[in-house]
């Protein structure tokens, strides 16, 4: 299986302040037939099922506010959020579809500072 | 307006069979582009994805190695829905399980907390 492995755990940010959070896999993502990252980016909150944030590594989901951002390739990727708010205090989590089973990440937890 | 809707019990006794259902609004089991998939939620394991259904001129599924010998996912094109059928269940199966579509997640279902009973 690929692992995913998420760093940090967990993240306290300022508002307005920017956020980073990485995500590495055990065995590069890349799918060289559409050169696309097989790597989704996943927002959890309280009570709630995962929302799909970013897909194929880089690309927004529709209706995801363009404060998201992903970025990287192989087996490093970046979720940034570029200036937080208070409604993004949630759980990060990123997966790999490149290769079955689906594997994510151990999440990390996004806070206020 | 797409959306799963899950419904299925909160509590099993250990050794008995776990069974959700899945209903799909705006989609369609039989999709020749949509994969059906039961992923869960648990303090232990985090996100686990455990199997998937899809139709490609015939059905496929595809099971997690954690719990193959014990899962089945069944389409139902009469009610255009999916179902999760997990056997002989001990309180290690404790999650919050979800129905999701595609390969990146894009639609999920609301979730059921499943606690196994000793």
């Known amino acids: 299986d690929i692992v995913m492995t998420q760093s940090p755990d967990s993240l306290a940010v300022s508002l307005g302040e920017r956020a980073t959070i990485n995500c590495k896999s055990s065995h590069s993502i890349f799918y060289s037939s559409n050169n696309e990252n097989c790597l989704a980016w996943y927002q959890q909150k309280p009570g709630q099922p995962p929302r799909l944030l970013i897909y194929?590594?880089?690309s927004r989901e529709p209706g995801v506010p363009d404060r998201f951002s992903g970025s990287g390739s192989g087996t490093n990727f970046t979720l940034t959020i570029s200036s937080l708010q208070a409604e993004d205090v949630a759980l990060y989590y990123c997966?790999?579809?490149?290769?079955?089973?689906?594997?994510f990440g151990q999440g990390t937890k996004l806070e206020i500072k | 307006q797409v959306q799963l809707q899950q419904s299925g019990p909160g509590l099993v006794k250990s050794s008995q069979t776990l069974l959700l259902t899945c209903v799909i609004s705006g989609d369609s089991v039989s999709s020749n582009i949509a994969t059906w998939n039961w992923i869960r939620k648990s303090p232990s394991r985090g996100l686990e994805w455990l199997g998937r259904?899809?139709?490609?001129?015939?059905?496929?599924?595809d099971y997690a190695l954690s719990v193959t010998s014990r899962i089945t996912i069944s389409p139902d094109t009469a009610k255009n829905q999916f179902s999760l059928h997990l056997s002989s269940v001990t309180p290690d199966d404790t999650a919050v399980y979800y129905c999701?579509?595609?390969?990146?997640?894009?639609?999920w279902g609301q979730g059921t907390m499943v606690t196994v009973s000793s």
């Open positions: 259904t899809y139709y490609r001129s015939k059905w496929f599924h």
């Open positions: 999701a579509r595609n390969s990146a997640f894009d639609l």
């Open positions: 194929w590594a880089s």
């Open positions: 997966q790999q579809y490149f290769i079955l089973p689906f594997t």
